[in-house]
């Protein structure tokens, strides 16, 4: 019987009486996630790169991430006239201590660079109660202070694209970031709720902004908010929402005070996004995030265990180790860590037993913050920790955790398994078969023998290469002695037969090789029938046997030949097309158009449209939508050996969250000879991917979203997707084209002119546009002939595109064109320092063909890192703004002197990168006069002057 963990819904329904108000006004809390989610991914992203480049190179540097810091006051709650930054620049910047810049790099093992920049103080107009949610259900007042402080901050002169730093180059406000601010922290002057739960009006909190705040094309949207008042962990636990790492705390206990980061339950004070924030007191000695939550942004290494039974693993600090049921990877897991509070001093300070292990169970079908009702008044969470001790003391909030809680801990528990409280049993399906015994701390981490299933589990791959049949085994669990299989062909005809047998049935004995590969002792060889047809395919049946007993019993169809004209869609409909849903709904399906229905162009041809059931031809266009709940699917027949890519001309419109985020979307698939799917990558890149919230098939997918199909009026402006066929396994390979739509919302669906086969010395030809200093790009139809093509431009921000250059080229043999960088500049409509979205759009007969957007500064982007930024404005009115940016480890002082050479204001700054502003004052505060003055900076290696002019 399997060992019980109940954790009540009715405690916790209780418990809540009195918790801090469920945030009901503004969008709604999921959409906080779909944010976070799109964050973390984008962050998986980039420590993927970093890990890559460290391989080659050592000493590659870290990816980084923008934050800007905004300080601020209130009417009842100001700051001392003579306030200066220093104490809050001394917590933000710099690799030792408890400042937030060193907490990212420890937490993320040097992959991420916390990218500080420090603005000057806001003192915002208004009292804290007129921005302050507290006690009505709602974002509109923080968003308020947020919208009031980055207007503040933007009218100062503070350029935005210097906190957008999230590309691959390293570099801020360049063509490869998002065109958004990373994230802003909000500190505030004031007593938050999290130092006073009784009395403080303003939450520690991370949101968005509906509307956001724009500087020469960058938004500012996401923020956080704190107190200057409170410990680095406060301020770590909502930079790291900012990141996207979610709450493991458990929203349905009541925390111990008001704040959310007096949490109870969840992971406790194992990690930061719970109790763990608080680390020793106040914030000071805070935890690192969990392996889970370092996991989802690429933090730690996490290796998937499929070891025999009784085989000796390893979990060292700084990594992660998944395991479940005969070593399948799925979304319900545990994960186990061990952590080195040493290697994390000054944080992980209050970490209960460390270097032990830590386990948890994830369950990865919860919602984020989230529960699951488990019947009986039972829940759990997507991620719980599995407490060694087996009191529940932790997941009922009767404490934050402790060392009994880890394995082997204050409790001994060296084993942990089916049988054992607590168990390893899943919370849908029994018993995993998943036991860790002879748990051990050691002097590098933890080690133990780990089983992963308490009987053999056999998975197989089978492909023909040629004439031979090439079947590889793994087992999972207790090992075989031995494995045979027989291969039968059960279908009419088998369109061949073995070698060996000369029949279509053979038995062979395999062997493990040193990788644990069970392979054939000898060939499969596959003697095929003469003239099989186009399409043809043979049933397989495999059945392994280890000592007369069958492990696995599985039938697979092969697929022999395909022919590389089976894409035309204008003649006969279905013909080699199959419809299909998957779902079984109906009421979206793919039609064939017999012409289109735009007629400013004379394109004469069929269209392929998936969109709901009763528009069958088009009449209705542009009043055309698709079925919610969709998911419906089109396969060709097999292609033939000679087609390397498919190029497909298409458009999308469908219900959009946000830039790249869709709630429904369509995707290219290939289908394997064995029915295997494989995602196509589309050598252009897909536009964006399906919410990983939606109720979509495609969910958390890449896909086709679209976003501007009619921006040309009723008129669609199409896009190119070249989708290689894949070059690592035998074909034949059929195209399959899925669309899948959430069940609220709909739009005009996916619509497709063209797809035409490419054979291998074309297959990477692209139709895709990059800039360079001047604007290049493929066209995929070169004839020797020039082509017109049009240069579109906008601002983001709501602007519509608008033409900005009309462009003949010749393209080269390739199909390569180019636009001299100096026209492109000159036709842009914004100012110089303006993020500007262009693209190329080209024609053909189906209509106009857009390139995606690339994005251009017309100055070439910020500059580079600079000790001493010049002033501005310059000549000045009245206060003046300039970025210094001090080296790790140095002090600066800036000394400001008048044209007769007196000296009139000095101050230090420590290391860190901030604007500062000169309000035009002299030391004793009274108004410098109109004239010359020299900004001189000293204590950073050579002296380094600046003029400026003040009017009075």
Same mark, same amino acid.
């Given at each position: 019987?399997?060992?019980?963990?109940?954790?009540?819904?009715?405690?916790?329904?209780?418990?809540?009486?009195?918790?801090?108000?469920?945030?009901?006004?503004?969008?709604?809390?999921?959409?906080?996630?779909?944010?976070?989610?799109?964050?973390?991914?984008?962050?998986?992203?980039?420590?993927?790169?970093?890990?890559?480049?460290?391989?080659?190179?050592?000493?590659?540097?870290?990816?980084?991430?923008?934050?800007?810091?905004?300080?601020?006051?209130?009417?009842?709650?100001?700051?001392?006239?003579?306030?200066?930054?220093?104490?809050?620049?001394?917590?933000?910047?710099?690799?030792?201590?408890?400042?937030?810049?060193?907490?990212?790099?420890?937490?993320?093992?040097?992959?991420?660079?916390?990218?500080?920049?420090?603005?000057?103080?806001?003192?915002?107009?208004?009292?804290?109660?007129?921005?302050?949610?507290?006690?009505?259900?709602?974002?509109?007042?923080?968003?308020?202070?947020?919208?009031?402080?980055?207007?503040?901050?933007?009218?100062?002169?503070?350029?935005?694209?210097?906190?957008?730093?999230?590309?691959?180059?390293?570099?801020?406000?360049?063509?490869?970031?998002?065109?958004?601010?990373?994230?802003?922290?909000?500190?505030?002057?004031?007593?938050?709720?999290?130092?006073?739960?009784?009395?403080?009006?303003?939450?520690?909190?991370?949101?968005?902004?509906?509307?956001?705040?724009?500087?020469?094309?960058?938004?500012?949207?996401?923020?956080?908010?704190?107190?200057?008042?409170?410990?680095?962990?406060?301020?770590?636990?909502?930079?790291?929402?900012?990141?996207?790492?979610?709450?493991?705390?458990?929203?349905?206990?009541?925390?111990?005070?008001?704040?959310?980061?007096?949490?109870?339950?969840?992971?406790?004070?194992?990690?930061?996004?719970?109790?763990?924030?608080?680390?020793?007191?106040?914030?000071?000695?805070?935890?690192?995030?969990?392996?889970?939550?370092?996991?989802?942004?690429?933090?730690?290494?996490?290796?998937?265990?499929?070891?025999?039974?009784?085989?000796?693993?390893?979990?060292?600090?700084?990594?992660?180790?998944?395991?479940?049921?005969?070593?399948?990877?799925?979304?319900?897991?545990?994960?186990?860590?061990?952590?080195?509070?040493?290697?994390?001093?000054?944080?992980?300070?209050?970490?209960?037993?460390?270097?032990?292990?830590?386990?948890?169970?994830?369950?990865?079908?919860?919602?984020?913050?989230?529960?699951?009702?488990?019947?009986?008044?039972?829940?759990?969470?997507?991620?719980?920790?599995?407490?060694?001790?087996?009191?529940?003391?932790?997941?009922?909030?009767?404490?934050?955790?402790?060392?009994?809680?880890?394995?082997?801990?204050?409790?001994?528990?060296?084993?942990?398994?089916?049988?054992?409280?607590?168990?390893?049993?899943?919370?849908?399906?029994?018993?995993?078969?998943?036991?860790?015994?002879?748990?051990?701390?050691?002097?590098?981490?933890?080690?133990?023998?780990?089983?992963?299933?308490?009987?053999?589990?056999?998975?197989?791959?089978?492909?023909?290469?040629?004439?031979?049949?090439?079947?590889?085994?793994?087992?999972?669990?207790?090992?075989?002695?031995?494995?045979?299989?027989?291969?039968?062909?059960?279908?009419?005809?088998?369109?061949?037969?073995?070698?060996?047998?000369?029949?279509?049935?053979?038995?062979?004995?395999?062997?493990?090789?040193?990788?644990?590969?069970?392979?054939?002792?000898?060939?499969?060889?596959?003697?095929?029938?003469?003239?099989?047809?186009?399409?043809?395919?043979?049933?397989?049946?495999?059945?392994?046997?280890?000592?007369?007993?069958?492990?696995?019993?599985?039938?697979?169809?092969?697929?022999?030949?395909g022919d590389g004209g089976v894409l035309d869609f204008e003649a006969n409909w279905p013909g080699a097309w199959t419809v299909a849903y998957p779902d079984l709904e109906t009421g979206t399906t793919w039609h064939r158009w017999p012409a289109a229905p735009w007629a400013e162009f004379p394109f004469a041809g069929a269209v392929l449209a998936c969109v709901a059931a009763t528009h069958t031809d088009g009449a209705d266009w542009p009043a055309v939508l698709y079925g919610n709940s969709a998911h419906t699917t089109l396969t060709s027949s097999p292609l033939g050996p000679e087609v390397a890519a498919v190029r497909m001309i298409h458009g999308i419109e469908v219900e959009l969250l946000g830039p790249g985020t869709a709630m429904d979307g369509g995707r290219a698939l290939w289908v394997g000879p064995d029915g295997e799917e494989v995602?196509?990558?589309?050598?252009?890149?897909?536009?964006?991917?399906?919410?990983?919230?939606?109720?979509?098939?495609?969910?958390?997918?890449?896909?086709?979203?679209?976003?501007?199909?009619?921006?040309?009026?009723?008129?669609?402006?199409?896009?190119?997707?070249?989708?290689?066929?894949?070059?690592?396994?035998?074909?034949?390979?059929?195209?399959?084209?899925?669309?899948?739509?959430?069940?609220?919302?709909?739009?005009?669906?996916?619509? @497709?002119?063209?797809?035409?086969?490419?054979? %291998?010395?074309?297959? &990477?030809?692209?139709?895709?546009? *990059? =800039? #360079? +200093?001047?604007?290049t790009w493929q066209w995929p139809w070169p004839d020797g002939g020039d082509v017109d093509f049009v240069l579109e431009a906008r601002v983001p921000g709501g602007a519509a595109w608008m033409p900005v250059l009309d462009v003949n080229v010749i393209p080269d043999g390739l199909g390569l064109c180019r636009a001299d960088g100096a026209a492109v500049l000159a036709a842009l409509p914004g100012g110089a320092a303006t993020r500007h979205e262009v693209r190329v759009v080209g024609r053909r007969e189906e209509g106009r063909v857009a390139t995606a957007a690339v994005a251009v500064y017309p100055d070439g982007g910020a500059p580079a890192a600079t000790v001493f930024g010049a002033?501005?404005?310059?000549?000045?009115?009245?206060?003046?703004?300039?970025?210094?940016?001090?080296?790790?480890?140095?002090?600066?002082?800036?000394?400001?002197?008048? @044209?007769?050479?007196?000296?009139?204001?000095? %101050?230090?700054?420590? &290391?860190?990168?901030?604007?500062? *502003? =000169? #309000? +035009?004052?002299?030391?004793?505060?009274?108004?410098?006069?109109?004239?010359?003055?020299?900004?001189?900076?000293?204590?950073?290696?050579?002296?380094?002057?600046?003029?400026?002019?003040?009017?009075?």
């Amino acid at each position: 019987m399997r060992p019980v963990r109940l954790t009540f819904l009715l405690l916790a329904a209780v418990l809540l009486v009195g918790a801090v108000p469920v945030r009901a006004e503004g969008p709604s809390p999921p959409e906080l996630h779909r944010q976070r989610a799109r964050q973390r991914e984008a962050l998986r992203d980039q420590a993927a790169r970093v890990d890559e480049a460290r391989r080659m190179d050592k000493s590659a540097a870290a990816g980084r991430f923008a934050v800007l810091v905004i300080p601020v006051d209130f009417t009842d709650a100001r700051l001392p006239d003579a306030w200066d930054d220093a104490e809050l620049a001394a917590r933000l910047f710099g690799d030792e201590g408890e400042t937030l810049h060193n907490y990212f790099r420890l937490a993320s093992a040097g992959r991420l660079d916390l990218d500080l920049v420090l603005a000057p103080l806001v003192r915002l107009p208004d009292t804290r109660r007129q921005y302050s949610d507290r006690d009505l259900n709602g974002f509109t007042r923080t968003r308020r202070l947020a919208t009031d402080a980055l207007t503040a901050v933007r009218e100062r002169g503070l350029p935005f694209r210097l906190v957008d730093n999230d590309g691959p180059d390293g570099r801020a406000g360049s063509g490869d970031d998002d065109g958004r601010v990373d994230g802003v922290l909000i500190l505030h002057a004031a007593p938050g709720q999290e130092n006073d739960p009784a009395d403080g009006l303003i939450q520690p909190l991370q949101f968005f902004l509906a509307e956001p705040v724009f500087d020469g094309g960058v938004a500012a949207a996401s923020y956080a908010v704190a107190s200057l008042r409170s410990g680095p962990g406060i301020w770590a636990h909502e930079t790291a929402h900012l990141l996207g790492l979610e709450d493991r705390y458990d929203p349905l206990l009541h925390p111990t005070g008001v704040s959310e980061v007096q949490s109870r339950g969840g992971l406790g004070r194992f990690s930061l996004m719970a109790s763990g924030a608080w680390g020793t007191g106040d914030g000071w000695g805070a935890a690192l995030p969990d392996a889970y939550s370092r996991a989802q942004v690429g933090w730690t290494a996490v290796r998937n265990l499929t070891v025999p039974a009784g085989g000796t693993e390893g979990v060292r600090p700084g990594e992660a180790a998944r395991v479940w049921r005969a070593g399948l990877v799925g979304p319900e897991f545990f994960l186990l860590e061990t952590r080195d509070p040493a290697a994390a001093a000054p944080f992980d300070a209050d970490l209960p037993g460390a270097g032990e292990l830590l386990a948890y169970h994830v369950d990865e079908t919860v919602p984020e913050g989230s529960w699951s009702d488990d019947g009986g008044l039972a829940y759990h969470l997507r991620v719980r920790l599995v407490e060694a001790d087996g009191d529940d003391g932790l997941a009922t909030g009767a404490d934050a955790g402790g060392p009994g809680d880890v394995f082997p801990g204050t409790s001994g528990r060296t084993t942990w398994g089916p049988g054992t409280i607590p168990s390893t049993w899943s919370y849908a399906d029994g018993s995993t078969g998943v036991t860790l015994a002879g748990i051990t701390p050691v002097a590098d981490g933890i080690e133990m023998t780990v089983t992963v299933s308490e009987e053999p589990v056999l998975d197989f791959s089978a492909a023909f290469a040629g004439d031979t049949l090439q079947l590889a085994a793994r087992a999972a669990g207790p090992p075989p002695s031995d494995l045979s299989c027989t291969v039968t062909a059960i279908s009419t005809p088998a369109w061949g037969v073995f070698a060996e047998s000369g029949t279509t049935a053979t038995t062979v004995a395999l062997a493990k090789d040193l990788d644990g590969t069970w392979r054939p002792l000898a060939p499969l060889v596959w003697n095929a029938a003469a003239g099989i047809p186009a399409a043809a395919e043979t049933r397989f049946r495999y059945r392994f046997v280890s000592g007369g007993v069958t492990l696995h019993d599985e039938i697979r169809t092969w697929l022999w030949s395909g022919d590389g004209g089976v894409l035309d869609f204008e003649a006969n409909w279905p013909g080699a097309w199959t419809v299909a849903y998957p779902d079984l709904e109906t009421g979206t399906t793919w039609h064939r158009w017999p012409a289109a229905p735009w007629a400013e162009f004379p394109f004469a041809g069929a269209v392929l449209a998936c969109v709901a059931a009763t528009h069958t031809d088009g009449a209705d266009w542009p009043a055309v939508l698709y079925g919610n709940s969709a998911h419906t699917t089109l396969t060709s027949s097999p292609l033939g050996p000679e087609v390397a890519a498919v190029r497909m001309i298409h458009g999308i419109e469908v219900e959009l969250l946000g830039p790249g985020t869709a709630m429904d979307g369509g995707r290219a698939l290939w289908v394997g000879p064995d029915g295997e799917e494989v995602a196509a990558q589309p050598a252009e890149g897909y536009d964006g991917r399906v919410d990983p919230g939606s109720r979509a098939a495609a969910h958390g997918a890449e896909a086709f979203i679209g976003g501007d199909l009619l921006a040309d009026g009723d008129v669609p402006t199409w896009r190119v997707a070249t989708l290689p066929v894949p070059a690592d396994r035998p074909g034949p390979w059929r195209l399959r084209l899925e669309f899948t739509s959430n069940t609220l919302w709909r739009a005009r669906g996916w619509y @497709v002119l063209e797809l035409e086969t490419v054979a %291998a010395d074309g297959a &990477a030809a692209a139709y895709a546009a *990059a =800039w #360079d +200093g001047d604007l290049t790009w493929q066209w995929p139809w070169p004839d020797g002939g020039d082509v017109d093509f049009v240069l579109e431009a906008r601002v983001p921000g709501g602007a519509a595109w608008m033409p900005v250059l009309d462009v003949n080229v010749i393209p080269d043999g390739l199909g390569l064109c180019r636009a001299d960088g100096a026209a492109v500049l000159a036709a842009l409509p914004g100012g110089a320092a303006t993020r500007h979205e262009v693209r190329v759009v080209g024609r053909r007969e189906e209509g106009r063909v857009a390139t995606a957007a690339v994005a251009v500064y017309p100055d070439g982007g910020a500059p580079a890192a600079t000790v001493f930024g010049a002033p501005w404005p310059n000549p000045a009115a009245g206060e003046v703004r300039f970025l210094l940016d001090i080296p790790a480890g140095d002090e600066a002082v800036l000394k400001i002197y008048d @044209v007769r050479g007196r000296l009139v204001r000095t %101050a230090r700054y420590g &290391a860190g990168r901030r604007f500062v *502003a =000169w #309000d +035009g004052r002299s030391a004793s505060g009274a108004r410098a006069a109109a004239g010359l003055y020299l900004l001189r900076l000293e204590g950073t290696g050579p002296v380094l002057t600046r003029k400026v002019v003040l009017l009075h």
